[in-house]
């Protein structure tokens, strides 16, 4: 498998295939070893040697059946949201006998779901694919989709699909959570995710006290912090602070910074670490409690303009499930 550096269409993107966002699959002509699920799941592909099933060998993906006709197999995917696609990993982790030799994917934007007069739009077209390995490849597509159709030649396993897009924002008539993943919300830099931090921005409440950001135990002066790129520029109305599932290991109290970092050139993530702490304060220092919804309003949140960036300071470590940051966007404000 591949071990290099992501590509750069990674950055600045998320997996909008991804099953923890809402992605899932609709259909697939055949699934008899491994269900079409599996290739959407977020964690790394798993292999277990004497694992078997009552049809086989277990594998960690999607994997039909050997074709004895013409043909080809292949499956479609409705995205977490719509989005603008930049590139696809198609990973054949621990196929190594059983890999499609191709795959090809081609995309449509259907909010009701494809049916038979949808038009498809290739974004790859027929590619080589090797045994074991991660494949990435480059799309300058600029068309909004809502689903991708795999297709693999002729038939075999691809453990994961990563379908790497910038999500599109949703016109609202209210406020709208700016930090949200499926908004366009990112983590760009943190001080410390010793046990994740990825599901921070993620819809819904987290699931278990691994579903969110939290930091390893702070052994020194000072406090952690974390920062997010608001989908748009914007705002800040109001702030939510879910410790959910932290009980012995929720922060003790957190604050939040913000700026405006339009037109900002060079690295931003290093740009953010040496200048986030002297961001102007949106949010002073409040406590948290445990496995609880914390909510903080106009009255306390105070105004600073439209801004692109938050941070959130957590007092002095701990865990945060989720963050999410309302608002309206300012004028003309794309990030």
Known sequence: MSTGALPAFTRGTINLAAASLGARGIFATDEFFGPLSRMLADEPAVFHPGLYDENGKWMDGWETRRRRGPGHDHAVIALATPGRIRGFDVDTAFFTGNF???????????PEGPDDRTAWVELLGPSPLGPSAQHFFDCAADGLYSHVRLRI?????VARLRVYGIPTLA????????????????VIALSNGHYGHQRLLA???????GD??????????????IVVKLATRATVESIVVDTAHFKGNYPDACSMQAADLTGSTGDLPTLVKAASMFWQEILPEQKLAADRIHTFDGHIVKRAGAVTHVRLNIHPDGGVSRLRVFGHPAEGGKT
């Open 171 to 186: 016109p609202a008539e209210g406020p709208i959570d700016l930090a949200a993943a499926l908004a366009g919300g990112q």
């Open 153 to 157: 030649y002729p038939d075999g396993g």
């Open 212 to 225: 969110g950001w939290e930091t390893s135990r702070r052994r020194e002066p000072g406090h952690e912090w």
């Open 203 to 209: 819809p819904g409440r987290g699931v278990n006290m």
């Open 100 to 110: 499609p030799t191709a795959c090809a994917i081609e995309a449509c934007h259907a």
